[in-house]
């Protein structure tokens, strides 16, 4: 069965720094993966999408690579902020634009 | 992006009782409509798939006669959850996808069954 591991349930970081998120997938092939950010009570709120054929996506501070021999995606945040404080979520599509998600990493942002 | 609202946003319940969601897609058409349950410091788990006009879709393990779900239109799809027992108590989500493969996910609603 499918399996989606990000690296840690829980990661913190000084304000300015660099956070990395991993997501390591076993047992598919997606033909593309996403990011998603969660605040406390809400829904996922969509960041980025990276196809298979695509190596790197940017999008102001988050930058996201795709590695499917490695079958791991990683995400990127530059010049962090307390304001990124949240659940990240990586999801793979499964077909018929199903997402399978990951458990997410709780960001938190030191000031 | 666009916009998904969901209603109630939380709702407590008599176990035994029915409970009806509402996910609406704002200011586009949702061709294919998500329903997620998530319980807490756990992820979204797929529930089940409805299309417009069809049969929803049901993930394994998702009962479909507990789980009933009704897509009658572009914008509007419901859940509605059919005998709650506090086991039922969770997180549902939906989501409504774009033309570009992105999902716009509703705000969720918070289900209580005492």
């Known amino acids: 069965s499918q399996k989606i591991e990000q690296n840690s349930e829980a990661l913190n970081i000084q304000e300015g720094k660099t956070a990395t998120l991993t997501c390591n997938y076993t047992?598919?092939?997606?033909?593309?993966l996403q990011w998603y950010r969660q605040d406390p009570g809400r829904g996922p709120v969509f960041l980025l999408l990276?196809?298979?054929?695509?190596k790197e996506k940017r999008k102001e501070r988050l930058k996201v690579t795709f590695d499917t021999t490695l079958k791991q995606s990683l995400f990127h945040i530059t010049a962090s902020q307390p304001a990124d404080s949240a659940t990240y979520l990586c999801?793979?599509?499964?077909?018929?634009?199903?997402?399978?998600f990951g458990t997410g990493t709780r960001l938190t942002v030191i000031p | 992006g666009a916009v998904v609202s969901q209603h109630p946003s939380r709702v407590i319940c008599k176990s035994g009782t029915s409970v009806k969601i509402e996910c609406r897609s704002l200011d586009f058409q949702a061709t294919t409509m998500f329903w997620y349950r998530q319980f807490p410091k756990k992820s979204l788990m797929l529930m089940a798939t409805s299309n417009e006009g069809s049969k929803a879709t049901y993930e394994q393990g998702v009962e479909k006669d507990k789980f009933l779900i009704n897509h009658a239109s572009l914008t509007l799809s419901t859940l509605t959850v059919t005998s709650a027992h506090p086991e039922d108590s969770s997180f549902y989500i939906c989501?409504?996808?774009?033309?570009?493969?992105?999902?716009?996910f509703g705000p969720g609603t918070r289900l209580t069954v005492l």
């Open positions: 989501s409504g996808d774009s033309v570009h493969n992105e999902q716009f």
């Open positions: 990276i196809r298979e054929n695509e």
């Open positions: 999801a793979l599509e499964t077909g018929a634009n199903n997402l399978f």
């Open positions: 047992n598919y092939s997606p033909a593309y």
